[in-house]
């Protein structure tokens, strides 16, 4: 069992920067990929981004490759996503996520624990 706790939202001028932090407990927490998720209002949770176990991986979706990075702290059992260049359309409730698949890290399904998610909103 793994439990998530996110921080680090809130409201920021487009084309500033924020810093999401996830904490996690339990056991072996670099078993895990660990993902950040998005949703805005009324929008399906997206995929943002992945990193592998020992943090050798990193995977984006194209709308913020090159804005934001994620990044893990196995010896403090922390995984960052560093967001720059804030757009108005970044605005959304972030999720951090563990995954224990081998792959699919882009799809919500192959994720086994979700935080309670932190708000971001960029204005205009």
């Known amino acids: 069992q793994v439990q998530l706790v996110e921080s680090g939202g809130g409201l920021v001028q487009a084309g500033g920067s924020l810093r999401l932090s996830c904490a996690a407990s339990?056991?072996?927490?670099?078993?895990?990929?660990m993902g950040w998720f998005r949703q805005a209002p009324e929008k399906e949770r997206d995929f943002v981004a992945a990193?592998?176990?020992?943090?050798?991986?990193?995977y984006y979706a194209d709308s913020v490759k090159g804005r934001f990075t994620i990044s893990r702290d196995n010896a403090k059992n922390t995984v960052l996503l560093q967001m720059n260049s804030l757009k108005p359309e970044d605005t959304a409730v972030y999720y951090c996520?563990?995954?224990?698949?081998?792959?699919?890290?882009?799809?919500?399904?192959?994720?086994?624990?979700w935080g309670q998610g932190t708000r971001v909103t960029v204005s205009s």
């Open positions: 339990g056991r072996a927490f670099s078993s895990y990929v």
């Open positions: 996520a563990a995954s224990g698949s081998r792959g699919g890290w882009s799809q919500k399904i192959n994720y086994n624990f």
């Open positions: 990193i592998t176990w020992n943090g050798g991986s990193t």
